[in-house]
Structure formats: structure tokens, C-alpha cells
């Protein structure tokens, strides 16, 4: 999912994008790799029922090639990252401050977190809830 939401090659563990791409000896000639997410808005129901809603539907891809370029589309219809991020912060996911997605080690780090932060500069736990409610944005 990282790659799909623009994570650079290092922050996911490689070292550039073209690792990422199926490369046995069976499979030397694979030129690229894709990963897509499918998103769709629901009604939450009584217990672990829900209800699509119709045509809410869509998905976001990322394509790496050889060449370690990538490109970017929504619901197939090829799309820049930017288009990519607006359409997610449009849906209520921003990319920006990656607070819709809790990363390996993050948890230990937000459970550590001092209650305020010491300086203007340091982040404790209120002002890293206040970062993913929005209101530093107010200021």
C-alpha cells in the first residue's frame, strides 16, 4: 500500500524501485510490477453488516518499471501524484501527514510519546492528535 500511496523506494525497504519488479529464472523478462487499492464508500450496519454505496467505487495503481519510473492511475485513467492526493484527501485520506496508516515501530514510538511536547519544535501526544484531528492547521 505504501507504494501506491507514493512512498519513496527507500522508505519501503529497497533500494530503488526496480526491485521491486518479479525477477526469477523462470520470469527474467517481467518489465514492470503493479500494485492496486480498491476503495468504496459504506453505510455501517448493525454488527459486521455494511452497505455499498452505489458508484462510490474507484481505485488508485502504481506501476515501477525497469527503468526505476513509475507512473500513476485512477481507475485506470493515467493521473499524476498529485491528482493521486487530492482525490484520497477529497475522501478523507491525506497523504501529507500519513496519519491514515500506522507504519511497523510507530506504535512503540506513539505509546512512548511524552504528553506535550517540551519545545515550539518537539512533538508529544497532544500535539501529534492535534496534527490528525486538524486543528494545528487553525493556527
Known amino acids: 500500500m505504501l507504494f501506491v500511496f507514493g512512498y519513496r523506494a527507500q522508505k519501503i525497504r529497497s533500494k530503488k524501485l526496480s526491485v521491486l519488479i518479479h525477477n526469477s529464472d523462470e ?68 497523504l501529507d501527514h500519513n496519519r491514515f496508516l500506522i507504519l511497523q515501530g510507530e506504535v512503540e514510538q506513539i505509546a512512548m510519546m511524552k504528553p506535550k511536547g517540551q519545545t515550539e519544535h518537539d512533538e508529544g501526544m497532544l500535539e501529534y492528535l492535534e496534527d490528525i484531528i486538524g486543528c494545528g492547521r487553525l493556527n
Do not use: M, W
Not at 523478462?29 to 487499492?37: A, F, K, P, W
Open 27 to 94: 520470469h527474467k523478462d517481467i518489465q514492470s510490477c503493479t500494485v492496486e487499492v480498491h476503495f468504496q464508500k459504506i453505510i455501517d450496519k448493525e454488527g459486521d453488516d455494511y452497505e455499498v454505496i452505489p458508484n462510490s467505487n474507484f481505485y488508485v495503481s502504481r506501476t515501477a518499471y525497469r527503468d526505476n519510473t513509475s507512473v500513476y492511475h485512477i481507475s485506470g485513467k493515467k493521473k499524476t501524484f498529485k491528482d493521486v492526493g487530492n482525490l484520497l484527501r477529497s475522501h478523507g485520506i491525506d
